[in-house]
């Protein structure tokens, strides 16, 4: 591995989450795509080096302003962002001297020659500061802000929404990585065929209760999107969260179905599925690069029946009424900070009103798309009331013909709404991202 390669592609993670960056998944797999030699274990050590980092960034930049006293604002993006992979390094990774020797020998390179002048004293101070003397000065909120590295802010809003304990419980499943799923597609193959495909090429998994299809990745010997099963559409990674959003739509074959906000296409191919690719689904979004996903999506999977349309979901560009409705908009992805870790820094309560505005404004609109006794489903990756019950709650009272069904039966959801039949699903409980699922009906 070559710790000079892994640092400035981790480096570049960092630069994804900052200003308007592309966030540090896509800015990983755009830097791969730039400089294709880079060696797999050392492509593997960087996005786990820069993911961590990105993950405990408050702590790593509150360090970073105590030991050195001066503020962060005064310093290159450069300097920075390889200060902070070092902060990470040594404060959270068992290593030597001679390993942090080794990491300013290999980052100096890559940065100018004042700011490499500087690289070495820099380090030594970090290296010497007891962060842990910081934490017993703050406090309550600000100290578990900083130990569990999530914003000040978030803290104050789960321990009031949720209690101390479940809010303690949900920071720290944020901080783990969730577990992986796939899902077995039969519109290319019986079920069985495709297990044992999976078996021969390595893969051990392990069903899912409740959830048809969809199986928790146990172990594999290879990367899943480089086998031949997921080249050949044999099954899809998708978690757990988004197909019980589809199993709570629960479409037919010969239906009319409109999924809203549709791409990259994993709802939309397992609607094809139920349906057993007999009816017509109107697939619409309003990212041409996304939708470009998902056309190879639905082709590598074999979908025969849903067409793409490209439009704002907010005014849709649609007159056809349809017998079932799903609805997951943009939103502030609270309920994927153990994915998304960059996101965390990036929100406040001003930027999920933002959201829950743009979600009551595509329900309003997409909800009179339904026919009479048809059925909408809105779901979306976040934790917050304001972007689940409250967009609901809206809705209901704003729209008397429309009325709350149970969402999966016998799940319930938490009493955060004074209607039954919606869900909440937690990483800490249900092993899946953070979701909000509610089921409606249109009844006249």
Known sequence: MLLGDAVKLAASMLRGIQGKGIGERAEFYRYLKKHPKVELQTARFAY?????????????????????????????????????LYVYWFMFKETTLEDHARFMQEAAPLLKGWERRNLE?????????????????????????????????????????????????????????????????????????????LRREGVRLKPVPRVMHLYRLVGSKARLQSSKAYHDGLFTIQDKASCMAVYALDPSPREEVLDVCAAPGGKTSLIAQLMENEGRILS??????????????????????????????????????????????????????????????????????TYARLQRRILDQCSRLLRVGGIMVYSTCSVMVEEGEKVIETFLNQ??????????????????????????????????????????????
Request: hydrophobic share 40%.
């Open 48 to 84: 786990l080096l820069g993911l961590e980092t990105i993950r405990r960034l408050n702590l790593v930049d509150r360090v970073l302003f105590e030991a050195l006293g001066t503020p962060l604002n005064g310093v290159s993006d450069e300097l920075l962002n390889i200060l902070r």
């Open 284 to 353: 619409l979004d309003s990212s041409q690069n996304r939708m470009k996903i998902w056309r190879k999506e639905m082709m590598r999977l074999g979908v025969e029946i849903a067409h793409p349309i490209l439009g704002d979901a907010a005014n849709p560009p649609l007159k056809t009424l349809v017998d079932r409705l799903l609805i997951d908009p943009p939103c502030s992805g609270t309920g994927s900070f153990n994915v998304f870790p960059g996101m965390k820094w990036r929100l406040d309560l001003k930027v999920v009103e």
């Open 121 to 197: 004293e820099t380090a030594l101070k970090l290296y010497n500061f007891k962060w842990e003397g910081l934490l017993k000065k703050l406090g309550d909120v600000e100290r578990i802000s900083l130990v569990k590295f999530h914003p000040q802010w978030f803290v104050e809003y789960c321990f009031r929404r949720f209690g101390r304990r479940f809010s303690l419980r949900l920071m720290d499943s944020n901080n783990q990585l969730k577990p992986s799923y796939l899902r077995v597609n039969t519109l290319k193959v019986d079920e069985e065929d495709a297990l044992e495909s």
């Open 399 to 444: 729209n008397p013909n429309f009325e709350l069904l149970p969402a999966y039966p016998g799940l319930e959801a938490p009493p955060l709404m004074s209607h039954p039949g919606p869900i909440r699903l937690y990483p800490h409980v249900d092993g899946s991202y953070g979701f909000f699922i509610a089921k409606l009906k249109r009844v006249d």
